[in-house]
């Protein structure tokens, strides 16, 4: 993670998403990040990071099912009154 992006590798290849909000939630870190440049309408995903404390570089994967739906409504109320809009 650099300066507000996050690059994936996948087999399709690199995958550059925009950095939106982080929070702790029971001891683990998320971040909610979308696939849109800024000020375009997009989609967002909430990755949870699975390194090790001793990691010197996070592992983030996609969250899911309840876990993701329960992380996203604590972005949503950390971003009330931000130009940011979260429609499901």
Same mark, same amino acid.
Do not use: H
């Given at each position: 993670? &650099? $300066? $507000?992006?996050?690059?994936?590798?996948?087999?399709?290849?690199?995958? &550059?998403? &925009?950095?939106? +909000?982080?929070?702790? !939630?029971? $001891?683990?870190?998320?971040?909610?990040?979308?696939?849109a440049? @800024?000020? *375009?309408?997009?989609t967002c995903?909430?990755?949870?990071?699975?390194?090790?404390? &001793?990691? +010197? *570089?996070?592992?983030?994967?996609?969250? +899911? $099912?309840? +876990?993701? @739906?329960? !992380?996203?409504?604590?972005?949503?109320?950390?971003? *009330?009154g931000?130009?940011?809009?979260? *429609?499901?």
């Amino acid at each position: 993670m &650099e $300066g $507000g992006r996050i690059r994936l590798q996948s087999e399709d290849g690199n995958l &550059e998403l &925009e950095i939106l +909000e982080e929070t702790v !939630v029971s $001891g683990i870190n998320y971040i909610l990040v979308t696939d849109a440049p @800024e000020g *375009e309408d997009g989609t967002c995903y909430v990755m949870k990071d699975i390194s090790a404390p &001793e990691d +010197e *570089e996070a592992d983030y994967v996609f969250a +899911e $099912g309840d +876990e993701a @739906e329960s !992380v996203m409504d604590v972005f949503a109320k950390m971003l *009330e009154g931000e130009d940011i809009t979260i *429609e499901r």
